[in-house]
């Protein structure tokens, strides 16, 4: 118990979480100021399973039947025959034209009959298109909600005007009630997210969209025991706004309205870099390294979260590049005619960075314009 005790002593030193000469009981919520209250941390875990019940019902009850309407068909693939040895084969590792032999000689099967048996596996952990279209219904929903949320509650905030603001007087920045709920309820969303993937089909980036959702998630927790949640609510509003449009597009493809989703792509491309390459390092990561630095007495906890700031914005300029690379291949296939296909459109298919909030777009966008130029 004693080791335990020396643990969480040095976790919680206010030499590391806080400004000088400033103590836990300094910011210790009360009556008169409600100050952000780490053991509210366990909330949004109860609230993501409510989440998940919203989510599991709106699906259902509204969103297939619209999906359904649309023309999109919940059409499942021929699964395969159940073979345990080529199912450890499959769950191992990526499987080498030698392999692919050599199970054929354990089976006594012939060499197409164990890639047929493959391909069809592969095929089989494919979601629907409208299970697909369903759970970005879902989040095209969550981000509106979310982002017109915050923007309403940090309208008449002083922060979202004057930015200093998320320094003055810091740490004692009392968090009201919206500003609660704002926190909470986007915890809960990516605790809900991190949930689900265990019950969804499971897809290629399944580790690295697990990784993200956490990282997601210990960034949020961070900036609210730090007390830091005014430059936090930001952030969240910042991030928000074209994951919207990132949703939409998507729904618009699955439901083969290709004019739409390129019309919304680019509307998406266009928040992003504007959002994300200049709202978010022109003016967050500006205050919080330039200007926070000449308000508030510096202190580790701060220099750690900043860092984690700046590093979200190189993944930023990685993604964008990414965005623009894909418009370039989209834009370059309209003009071209015959069965030409890109090798660097088959490769951000590929190898796109999947634990993105892109979430795949390259695979739709790329594979969309290889079908078009089939055709």
């Not at 095209?140 to 982002?147: A, K, P, V, W």
Request: aromatic share 18%; charged share 20%; glycine share 2%.
């Amino acid at each position: 118990m004693d080791i335990l005790r020396n643990v969480s002593s040095a976790f919680w030193s206010t030499d590391v979480w806080l400004p000088p000469n400033i103590t836990w009981e300094d910011i210790k919520p009360n009556s008169d100021n409600k100050y952000a209250d780490y053991q509210h941390l366990i909330y949004p875990l109860p609230m993501a399973f409510v989440l998940l019940i919203i989510r599991y019902a709106l699906e259902r009850y509204c969103f297939a039947p619209i999906g359904k309407s649309l023309g999109i068909k919940n059409t499942r693939t021929k699964k395969a025959t159940p073979n345990e040895i080529l199912e450890k084969a499959y769950r191992s590792r990526k499987i080498k034209h030698k392999q692919i032999l050599a199970l054929a000689k354990q089976l006594d099967w012939s060499e197409r009959q164990v890639e047929r048996w493959l391909r069809l596996r592969r095929t089989q952990d494919k979601p629907s298109t409208l299970t697909k279209f369903c759970e970005n219904s879902w989040r095209c929903l969550y981000y509106i909600y979310s982002f017109l949320y915050g923007l309403i509650i940090l309208w008449d905030k002083p922060w979202l005007w004057d930015i200093n603001h998320c320094y003055y007087n810091y740490p004692y920045h009392p968090v009201s009630n919206d500003i609660w709920w704002y926190y909470m309820i986007s915890m809960a969303f990516y605790w809900s997210l991190s949930f689900s993937q265990f019950f969804d089909v499971k897809r290629k980036d399944f580790w690295q969209m697990f990784i993200h959702h956490i990282a997601t998630i210990v960034l949020m927790c961070f900036s609210w025991v730090g007390n830091l949640t005014r430059i936090g609510s930001l952030v969240l509003l910042v991030h928000d706004c074209a994951d919207i449009f990132l949703e939409a597009a998507k729904m618009a493809k699955y439901a083969n309205y290709q004019k739409l989703c390129d019309c919304i792509f680019v509307i998406f491309t266009v928040l992003w870099i504007v959002t994300r390459i200049g709202v978010y390092p022109f003016w967050i990561i500006y205050s919080t390294s330039i200007k926070a630095p000449k308000i508030v007495p510096m202190f580790p906890a701060y220099y750690i979260f900043n860092s984690l700031l700046i590093l979200l914005l190189f993944l930023h300029m990685i993604w964008t590049y990414l965005i623009l690379k894909i418009a370039y291949n989209a834009f370059y296939a309209g003009q071209m005619e015959g069965d030409i296909r890109s090798s660097s459109s088959e490769d951000i298919s590929d190898n796109s960075i999947d634990s993105t909030p892109l979430n795949n777009s390259t695979n739709y966008v790329t594979k969309q314009n290889s079908r078009q130029k089939v055709h």
